[in-house]
């Protein structure tokens, strides 16, 4: 076997990995054998792999307090293996529906909870420091070659960074390709074999993710197929009451988030699918659900101090002061890409889905739990499990922030010695995406 160094030997895969697997072609065949759903294609089962394998070596330093956020956590957030009758793929019987119904996800969104700082400025710094260190590490710069830097999934890819985009909040994004090669030569000749498969990085800041209550514990790994020797991704996700909450607020307001908009009216559809799904199989805390919208950060922005009672969707007809957004024909669009959504009802099903459980959520009883099918009831006793999602992440020290860094904490960012001043072209050919708002 070539040597790749330590870097293919990260903890989430062995041997076995690279034995089923001895190139990139064995491992897309078992995956197009497995992923054969419309549904549930090669293409989402390959972007989900690739994300876990990236995510397991970005949030490799626990001490960060690592959180996955965004819709590429959904399919880890139903407890238990019970599944409404009326919501689902029919004649699916290998892939679970946890991970056939939700809307497919793209993006890696990730948030490191722990590190922060009084000082909103130093916080910020802090935060972009230690982030881009993540990433840099285990993403090389393009056209990287000659050590083992950005060998990922036991040597069949490269992951590779150009410039990444930070915020003065310390927010980072950026576009981490993940370039399928040939293994057998060593990390110093890596054919490419396959197009390159881009994977979308946004990781906010805590001041940009509430945590009510506690994260919350994946109930299963992010991804539907088990692979010899790789270890599944199953992390701590931020709060489903908070996730669920920045999708209602954010679907009331003027539409913001969004990049490559429309002309005309438009609004986050995306949103809509998101929280019908959460509320077809999740359970949700009546009072951890109220402090979450109550204390929305997206509502400032929006200019508001409160969801509409009763509630209603931005735009939704000639009566508010906005334009009339074309929700009907939004959500239309989207279900032509996803085959899946095809399973969810029509528009005015959902929206009267929505606005009923926002509508009941002010008066639903202190101590009750939203239950899918049954609606609000009082629990008598939590489980030890649930009371072990209430457990924060752990804080990590500005001085232990800053050695993890590739960057300057106290001067102008600098790029790191690798990198190269200009970008050339990365090889390969891009393959078509799926059409989506990409705001979340």
Partial sequence: MADFGELETAEHLDGTFREAFPQWRDFRQTVADRARYPEFDEQRALQQVLMSDLAHRITADQDLGWLLIGSLALPAR???????????VPGVTDIPQQYL????????????????????????????????????????????????????????????????????????MGIVTAQPVDPRFGPRHTPVVDDPIPIEVDIKPPAKVTITG????????????DLPGFAPFQPLLNPAVNQLADKL????????????????PWHRYKDVFDAYFMLQTCQID??????????????????????????????????GSGPVVPWK?????????????????????????????????????SGSIWTPGQGWAVQQSRSAAEAAQQDRAPRISASAARSRSTTTPDGPRRRPPTAPGTAPGVPGTTPPRQQRGRGR
């Avoid at 890696?108 to 909870?113: F, R, T």
């Avoid at 506690?214 to 197929?225: F, M, V």
């Avoid at 659900?289 to 209603?312: F, H, Q, S, T």
């Avoid at 899946?340 to 639903?364: C, N, V």
Wanted: negative net charge; aromatic residues 8%.
């Fill in 78 to 88: 139903p407890a238990g293996n019970d599944w409404p009758a009326d919501f689902g």
């Fill in 249 to 264: 607020v954010l679907l009331t307001g003027k539409p913001r988030g969004l990049r490559e908009a429309p002309a005309g």
């Fill in 329 to 365: 024909q939004g959500l239309d669009g989207l279900r032509g890409g996803s085959p899946q959504l095809h399973q969810y009802p029509d528009w005015d099903q959902i929206r009267e889905k929505l606005g009923a459980f926002m509508d009941s959520l002010p008066t639903a009883p």
């Fill in 101 to 172: 119904m939700p809307r497919s996800a793209f993006d890696l969104d990730l948030c490191a909870s722990a590190v922060t700082d009084p000082n909103p400025d130093r916080a910020a710094q802090l935060y972009r420091t230690a982030v881009e260190g993540a990433v840099r590490r285990v993403a090389a710069p393009p056209d990287h070659a000659g050590t083992a830097h950005g060998i990922g999934l036991g040597g069949l890819v490269r992951y590779t960074v150009d410039d990444l985009n930070v915020f003065p909040n310390g927010q980072v």
């Fill in 214 to 225: 506690g994260p919350d514990a994946a109930q299963r790994p992010i991804t539907a197929l």
């Fill in 286 to 319: 009546a009072d951890h659900m109220r402090e979450a919208v109550n204390g929305n950060w997206n509502l400032g922005p929006m200019g508001m101090d409160r969801v509409p009672d009763p509630y209603r969707f931005y735009g939704q007809d000639a009566t």
